[in-house]
């Protein structure tokens, strides 16, 4: 086995996703299996150089996991040669600028989603990665998640038949901050900071539609937010500007007719936090997070319309849980791989900025729907 090192850069990793779910549990669990055996006698080994803007917090972190590089200058990171990907999971409104700067410095390119704050600037992106010869590629971790990949699975085995409709449902209580502390940063409840939960979730239901049912071709979207004032991470009250909830149609290729509802507003009485629910001619599925159950056309039972008689029968255990016949890695983590294979050996990524700019597309056309009270067609992306 020879080993060969892939530096790469990790922009916002004392964020959130940065931290826990790029650097801790898919870079760094990386290194902890020994690297990523790419299967013809070499292993890659990722060597993360911390970037960003507070040197203490960065220090603090490279200590923790005993790391050796870490900077605040950007510029002099990319200017280094022997540093390959420059990964980003900075606030959104940060990100586009800095993926222009790494792709103009010949880097292979990762980042969070949405890529771009607009339709144009994620294009943009699209097309200069293209020109400069870069790999690049968007975050699209459900995708990966056990629940999605098991549904995935029934899709590809023909399963549902004719695919009818698709329900999603998405949501929880986010605290306002004020005798309980937010559970989620309060940029994300401001607009002018690149907030809303359109923005956050729409990309994410683009690449799950298409990717299991087909291409959307229109949106009509209700975008709302339902608390209008928030205290942030000092305990400042501060006014939400943005959406922190959408109410959704949209139409697939085919006719099948996908709803979701995304609400930071919600109490849960779900099993799980993300829940869709697919109805096909031949039979239904209910897919989470983690789990996914099913119910066959032959094994579906006739309920009968009589409120005057409480329910005889419990309608959930009626379903018949999907087993995993296989083991799941992390999301972002079994995302990682694919990208680094895709970078050292040039394997097919399809979740690249072109599907990023997807993503980014929707979004901004569901909430043009909402603001003009209209249904939105979702025209092809060309670059
Ligand atoms: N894939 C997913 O499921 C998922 C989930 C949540 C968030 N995200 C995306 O990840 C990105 C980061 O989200 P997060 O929840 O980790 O946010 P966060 O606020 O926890 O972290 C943001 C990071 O960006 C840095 N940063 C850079 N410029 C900044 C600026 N001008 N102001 C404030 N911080 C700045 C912060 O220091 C921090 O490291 C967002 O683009 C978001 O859309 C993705």
């Given amino acids: 086995m020879t080993r060969r090192t892939v530096?790469?850069?990790?922009?916002?990793?004392?964020?959130?996703?940065?931290?826990?779910?790029?650097?801790v549990r898919?870079?760094?669990?990386?290194?902890?299996?020994?690297g990523l055996d790419l299967g013809d006698g070499e292993v890659l080994w990722p060597e993360p150089v911390l970037v960003g803007r507070r040197g203490h917090a960065l220090a603090e972190l490279a200590g923790r996991y005993g790391l050796d590089e870490w900077s605040t200058d950007l510029d002099a990171v990319l200017a280094d040669p022997s540093v390959e990907v420059y990964f980003d999971a900075q606030v959104t409104v940060a990100r586009e600028e800095a993926l222009r700067r790494a792709i103009a410095a010949g880097k292979h390119v990762y980042a969070e989603k949405p890529a771009a704050s607009d339709l144009a600037g994620a294009l943009e992106l699209a097309r200069s990665a293209r020109a400069a010869g870069v790999r690049h590629g968007v975050v699209q971790d459900k995708l990966f998640l056990p629940g999605l990949r098991k549904l995935?699975?029934?899709?590809?085995?023909?399963?549902?038949?004719?695919?009818?409709?698709?329900?999603?449902?998405?949501?929880?209580?986010?605290?306002?901050?004020?005798?309980?502390?937010a559970q989620r940063p309060s940029w994300n409840y401001r607009a002018?900071?690149?907030?809303?939960?359109?923005?956050?979730?729409?990309?994410?239901?683009e690449?799950?539609?298409?990717?299991?049912?087909?291409?959307?071709?229109?949106?009509?979207?209700?975008?709302?937010?339902?608390?209008p004032r928030r205290r942030d991470e000092r305990g400042e009250?501060?006014?939400?500007?943005?959406?922190?909830?959408?109410?959704?149609?949209?139409?697939?290729?085919?006719?099948?007719?996908?709803?979701?509802?995304?609400?930071?507003?919600?109490?849960?009485?779900?099993?799980?936090?993300?829940?869709?629910?697919?109805?096909?001619?031949e039979g239904s599925a209910v897919a989470g997070l983690r789990g996914c159950r099913v119910q066959h056309r032959s094994v579906t039972p006739k309920p009968v319309w009589n409120p005057d008689l409480p329910a005889g029968d419990s309608?959930?255990?009626?379903?018949?849980?999907?087993?995993?016949?296989?083991?799941?890695?992390?999301?972002?983590?079994?995302?990682?791989?694919?990208?680094?294979?895709?970078?050292?050996r040039g394997t097919p990524f399809p979740w690249d900025l072109v599907a990023g700019a997807r993503g980014v597309q929707l979004a901004e056309l569901a909430l043009a729907s909402s603001a003009g009270g209209r249904r939105m067609a979702v025209p092809e992306l060309s670059l």
């Fill in 237 to 281: 009250p501060y006014a939400a500007t943005a959406d922190d909830a959408a109410y959704s149609v949209l139409e697939l290729d085919g006719g099948i007719v996908a709803q979701i509802n995304s609400s930071w507003a919600v109490r849960v009485a779900r099993d799980e936090l993300l829940e869709f629910q697919v109805d096909g001619t």
């Fill in 192 to 205: 002018e900071d690149g907030g809303g939960i359109v923005a956050d979730m729409f990309p994410h239901w």
């Fill in 7 to 23: 530096r790469i850069a990790m922009n916002g990793v004392t964020g959130r996703m940065g931290h826990r779910q790029h650097l």
């Fill in 207 to 227: 690449y799950v539609l298409h990717e299991l049912f087909g291409p959307v071709r229109s949106v009509q979207a209700l975008a709302t937010t339902h608390i």
């Fill in 315 to 344: 309608f959930r255990e009626q379903w018949q849980e999907v087993p995993d016949n296989g083991e799941f890695d992390n999301a972002f983590k079994a995302q990682w791989e694919h990208f680094l294979r895709h970078v050292a």
């Fill in 26 to 34: 898919s870079v760094l669990a990386l290194r902890e299996q020994g």
């Fill in 152 to 181: 995935k699975r029934l899709v590809d085995g023909g399963f549902f038949g004719h695919v009818l409709s698709v329900r999603g449902e998405f949501g929880y209580w986010v605290f306002e901050g004020d005798w309980q502390e």
